[in-house]
């Protein structure tokens, strides 16, 4: 009975912290993209990092997350809401095995500050899967996509109240620069 326990306990934890840690294996280059040597630290302010690796009851749900300023990602997790992580690719993105870091069709350098900055400012707020225009918490692409609605610009696919990394990933107002 006790490891039984230990069972359900370890895959608990499991779907609270993996989700958010990804799963380096490939070394891609496409056309355009930085290939996987390349190591993006530094600064990418506004641009988008996504990836599908995280999972939950086999589902790709993924992650998503903005650049800050010096290497900063500003990122919504269950555990901490909207958080700012230093060396941000470093410590969430670099072991990724999808996606990538992506610009935004047409942004001017003033939208790509908009975006940060309004992901800067809400910093603090609340984690939470509610429907996308219904309050004023965050869950990772919703973080993203108001970011850019903020800035102009629409990135993703609204469906049924959710935006998705997947559906940034595929927006026509992405493009991927650096491929995880």
């Not at 989700?19 to 993006?40: H, L, M, Q, V």
């Not at 988008?48 to 995280?54: G, Q």
Request: charged share 15%; aromatic share 14%.
């Amino acid at each position: 009975m006790k490891l039984k326990k230990l069972i359900a306990i370890l895959l608990l934890v499991a779907l609270i912290i993996l989700p958010y840690k990804c799963f380096a294996t490939s070394d891609t280059e496409n056309e355009g993209i930085e290939p996987r040597w390349y190591t993006p630290d530094g600064d990418w302010p506004g641009y988008i990092f996504a990836t599908l690796d995280n999972t939950t009851s086999s589902w790709n749900h993924g992650h998503a997350g903005l650049g800050g300023n010096n290497g900063e990602t500003i990122e919504s997790f269950p555990s901490t809401g909207v958080a700012v992580f230093s060396n941000g690719y470093s410590k969430n993105w670099s072991s990724c095995s999808t996606g990538g870091i992506y610009s935004i069709n047409g942004a001017s350098s003033s939208q790509y500050d908009s975006a940060k900055n309004y992901a800067y400012n809400k910093v603090g707020t609340p984690y939470s899967l509610s429907l996308i225009d219904g309050d004023s918490t965050y869950y990772c692409s919703e973080l993203v996509y108001k970011a850019w609605k903020n800035a102009g610009i629409t990135v993703g696919t609204n469906v049924a109240g959710f935006i998705t990394p997947k559906s940034i990933m595929d927006s026509s107002n992405t493009r991927l620069v650096y491929s995880f």
